[in-house]
T-cell receptor
Framework: DGGITQSPKYLFRKEGQNVTLSCEQN?????MYWYRQDPGQGLRLIYY???????QKGDIAEGYSVSREKKESFPLTVTSAQKNPTAFYLC?????????????FGPGTRLTVL | GQQVMQIPQYQHVQEGEDFTTYCNSS?????IQWYKQRPGGHPVFLIQ?????EVKKQKRLTFQFGEAKKNSSLHITATQTTDVGTYFC???????????FGGGTRVLVKP
């Protein structure tokens, strides 16, 4: 069953701690994305990667870091520098124009920083 | 940078009625996509529009791309409770791999 998995579904952390969110895809897609969604808001792009070992900042990259060591995996670290980290985090992937049109989303991780 | 705006932010609809949500981009788009997010869920792709003036239909949903490729609309006829959710438009500029999402229209259906 192809798709994107994100774990955990709910995550609680104390203020000042770094936390890493997992995103894995078995769709063989080159491009992967991290979005942040706040209650009642749209999706804002944090980071994206078009190929292994390469990634670019999105619109709200400050306080976040990523790595892309494997095609299937694109973990996101929310650092203590992120001033308001509580949000719903969505990972997505895209196969490229030669493969398909849409981005596929994972189920999301709801992060709460106490 | 590119901005995509959606109106209205909220839409309360009586079951059986029609409604339209609108999407406007600050820049010309190469294509626009629409996604639906059910409460507590993740966005799911609905459709992509590419050509100027393009109109596509999916059962009770009609999607339109403006002539200038800067705006789009989604019209739903005979709204049902299954239409509840947030509808997002997302625009792609040029040949890039980035999508810019609008703020979404949250649809609530009154039975």
């Amino acid at each position: 069953d192809g798709g994107i998995t994100q774990s955990p579904k709910y995550l609680f952390r104390k203020e000042g701690q770094n936390v890493t969110l997992s995103c894995e895809q078995n769709l063989n897609h080159d491009a992967m994305y991290w979005y942040r969604q706040d209650p009642g808001q749209g999706l804002r792009l944090i980071y994206y990667s078009q190929i292994v070992n390469d990634f670019q900042k999105g619109d709200i990259a400050e306080g976040y870091s990523v790595s892309r060591e494997k095609k299937e995996s694109f973990p996101l670290t929310v650092t203590s520098a992120q001033k308001n980290p509580t949000a719903f985090y969505l990972c997505a992937s895209w196969g490229g124009t030669g493969v398909g049109t849409e981005q596929f989303f994972g189920p999301g991780t709801r992060l709460t920083v106490l | 940078g590119q901005q995509v705006m959606q109106i209205p932010q909220y839409q309360h609809v009586q079951e059986g009625e029609d409604f339209t949500t609108y999407c406007n981009s600050s820049t010309t788009l190469s294509n626009i996509q629409w996604y639906k997010q059910r409460p507590g869920g993740h966005p799911v792709f609905l459709i992509q529009l590419v050509k100027s003036g393009e109109v596509k239909k999916q059962k009770r949903l009609t999607f339109q791309f403006g002539e200038a490729k800067k705006n789009s609309s989604l019209h739903i006829t005979a709204t049902q409770t299954t239409d509840v959710g947030t509808y997002f438009c997302a625009g792609r500029a040029g040949a890039g791999n980035k999508l810019t999402f609008g703020g979404g229209t949250r649809v609530l259906v009154k039975p």
